[in-house]
């Protein structure tokens, strides 16, 4: 809210439920993204398993990785247009969806999924990456 502010130069929210507008939808968007990310992980590592009889190297465990980050932006491109929107809108997250199903098209919806996916993946090659150096 306080990013959104300083951007449009609008005052500051002074106000906790204006400081957290949106909050809701971006912890309900994170559950699933991870779930996403994780079970693709899976699935993806278990194919690389199958093709080739082996366990994935460093090499392939951080390919899946980047790609099991990258496909949760399926997911969290929305919630986050939609977090964003209701943060300049005002409105309640019922009211925004309800604006947004009218009002917006599947492509705005999507609008910044490229930058989006590779956020994602690389979050998701870094947390491979912290994961793997505590497993030891």
């Known amino acids: 809210a ?34 996403v990310q994780f079970g693709m992980n899976r699935v993806l590592e278990q194919a690389v398993v199958k093709y080739t009889g082996r366990k994935p190297d460093r090499a392939a465990t951080m390919g899946v990785a980047l790609a099991a980050g990258g496909s949760s932006a399926l997911f969290s491109c929305p919630a986050e247009f939609v977090m964003i929107q209701q943060q300049n809108s005002g409105r309640s997250l019922p009211a925004e969806a309800r604006h947004l199903a009218a009002t917006a098209g599947l492509a ?5 999924f490229v930058s989006a996916a590779a956020a994602a993946a690389a979050g998701a090659v870094l947390l491979r990456v912290l994961l793997d150096r505590a497993a030891f």
């Open 108 to 112: 705005r919806v999507y609008k910044g």
């Open 2 to 35: 306080i990013k959104n502010a300083l951007q449009e130069g609008r005052p500051l929210p002074r106000r906790l439920p204006e400081l957290y507008r949106g909050m809701g939808v971006n912890v309900g968007a994170m559950l699933p993204i991870t779930a």
